[in-house]
């Protein structure tokens, strides 16, 4: 029994120390790198008792601080667990009960899992969302063109379940890679609904059917993921250029890129709010802009994240967003693609952003949609595109 207290006791002061400054997996790592006396199981008990907090603690926030912990376990966890069932087996009794039977045992419902509830754009199914909130999504891979068969033998011969759906790979969330995959050369780590960003394109591929290669410009870079995409949906013709606002990001960026094995003709840093850099001459037949937004369609794959979210930050992203839309737009070519794109559920930064650009830019929307990932075990992806 005091094994599992002191795990309780552990994740509470971890918890009190953590402030939001930095992704938790982060902080707990570096937690307990300077204090040693943990083992491998220990870690990752109390390392599971922290975001299963986190996924629940608005909910609960009515509990005791021990309860917030042992109500947490109760409603994440589908089988019986040891830590619950030695302090709390009224409750670990019940763990296989259905979630609604669960929640109203705990006092709540579905809609207090998520705090912002009055910001989700219509086109959110509220319920489940919110319960999507308890879920720890999957791990997804994305095949490179002609590679899906080895990918499917290197996972099966080293016994990792998956479930395999054209060039995407669905494996549990705590899958171990390793040097299984030479990973962007022979696949991307990247989740299914990123993967579906781009399928305007792959549904019509008549909007980008030309000899030479296209001129695109994926201006809010990051990691370079939807680069990568665009690549692979167009066969490598593409004329690539990217920005970002942060260097380093840019030269992680820049990294990947080569070594997806895909050529870079130009790279800057920009803060796209303040405007195109005038050293920036070219116009572009494609555009993507994965604009930077509260991230709150990956909230269940980072529940820390809804922990210390402010609210008023939703306004400031769109402001950030409507900016850095008009800005690239302008680059557009006649009859070219620009691809809007943020990984939230907030209307603010995906409808209202999407009919500013169709009032303010004089393009016209040809395609919107969300990639609804919270059935799915993924995240949850706004996308719309413009053409002028």
């Not at 926030?61 to 030695?86: G, P, T």
């Not at 054209?166 to 299914?192: C, H, M, W």
């Not at 395609?367 to 002028?388: I, P």
């Amino acid at each position: 029994m005091s094994r599992h207290h002191s795990h309780i006791s552990s994740a509470r002061q971890i918890l009190k120390l953590y402030k939001g400054d930095e992704p938790f997996v982060h902080f707990v790592r570096k937690y307990f790198s300077e204090n040693k006396k943990y083992g491998s199981k220990d870690r990752k008990t109390i390392s599971s008792l922290c975001y299963q907090f986190f996924r629940t603690a608005h909910a609960l926030e009515h509990k005791s601080e021990d309860d917030k912990l042992l109500y947490a376990i109760f409603l994440c966890e589908q089988r019986s667990n040891e830590l619950l069932h030695a302090i709390r087996p009224d409750l670990d009794d019940k763990i296989t009960l259905p979630l609604k039977e669960k929640l109203g045992i705990s006092g709540i419902s579905a809609d207090d899992l998520f705090p912002f509830n009055s910001e989700l754009s219509s086109e959110i199914d509220k319920t489940a969302f919110n319960l999507s909130m308890l879920v720890q999504p999957s791990l997804f891979l994305r095949s490179r063109p002609g590679k899906r068969t080895l990918i499917q033998e290197k996972l099966s011969a080293a016994g990792i379940p998956f479930v395999n759906y054209e060039d995407s790979f669905e494996l549990p969330s705590a899958s171990k890679l390793g040097d299984l995959i030479t990973l962007n050369r022979q696949a991307v780590i990247q989740d299914y609904s990123s993967q579906q960003v781009l399928n305007f394109i792959k549904e019509n591929p008549a909007v980008v059917t030309r000899g030479d290669a296209l001129t695109v410009w994926d201006c809010c870079a990051a990691s370079g993921g939807k680069s990568i995409l665009l690549n692979d949906r167009v066969s490598g013709r593409i004329k690539l250029t990217v920005s970002d606002i942060r260097k380093n990001i840019l030269l992680n960026c820049k990294e990947r890129l080569r070594s997806a094995g895909i050529n870079i003709h130009n790279d800057f840093i920009a803060d796209l709010v303040q405007g195109v850099p005038p050293e920036l001459a070219d116009n572009f037949d494609i555009i993507i802009c994965d604009a930077p937004c509260s991230g709150s369609g990956t909230w269940g794959r980072s529940p820390e994240q809804f922990s210390y979210f402010d609210l008023k930050d939703v306004e400031k992203y769109h402001l950030r967003q409507t900016s850095i839309a008009l800005h690239a737009f302008s680059r557009l070519i006649a009859k070219g693609l620009f691809i809007y794109i943020t990984c939230s559920v907030f209307e603010k930064e995906n409808e209202q952003v999407t009919e500013y650009i169709s009032a303010v830019s004089g393009g016209t929307l040809l395609f919107e949609h969300y990639y609804r990932g919270y059935n799915s075990k993924a995240d949850t992806l706004y996308v719309s595109v413009f053409t002028k």
